[in-house]
């Protein structure tokens, strides 16, 4: 079975939108349903069996409330550089990279945790 972790996103307009992400692949929608519409075609798998659990994100012991801020504070610095058409600093990118893949493993962490207490 494919693991798929679906995580609310928002641009920099504050418009929410939701991207599902499976290995390499991802993809993103309006909705949580779009968003694996959209991967499942990626994916290119005839039938698709999953148990669906869509977090709101709350800081947890998978990712804190100092990470998500520290995020936030990132996403919102890559936004005005980006509207300028510059780039961050090295370093800054790779804490912003370092962050994302922290807040993937953590949605990935959480799921297999949540996956575990239901078949208890």
Not at 42 to 64: C, P, S, Y
Not at 67 to 83: G, P, V
Request: proline share 2%.
């Amino acid at each position: 079975m494919t693991t798929v972790a679906i995580v609310p996103t928002s641009n920099a307009n504050g418009e929410r939108s939701y991207r599902a992400i499976a290995g390499d692949k991802q993809s993103i929608g309006k909705t949580a349903g779009q968003a694996l519409d959209a991967l499942t075609q990626q994916l290119g798998e005839v039938e698709f069996r999953a148990l669906l659990i869509i977090d709101n994100f709350h800081a947890d012991q998978f990712f804190t409330n100092e990470q998500k801020q520290r995020l936030s504070d990132l996403m919102n610095m890559w936004r005005t550089a980006r509207d300028q058409g510059q780039t961050l600093p090295p370093e800054i990118q790779i804490e912003l990279d370092n962050l994302v893949n922290a807040e993937l493993n953590a949605a990935t962490a959480r799921t297999a945790y949540l996956a575990q207490q239901l078949s208890q």
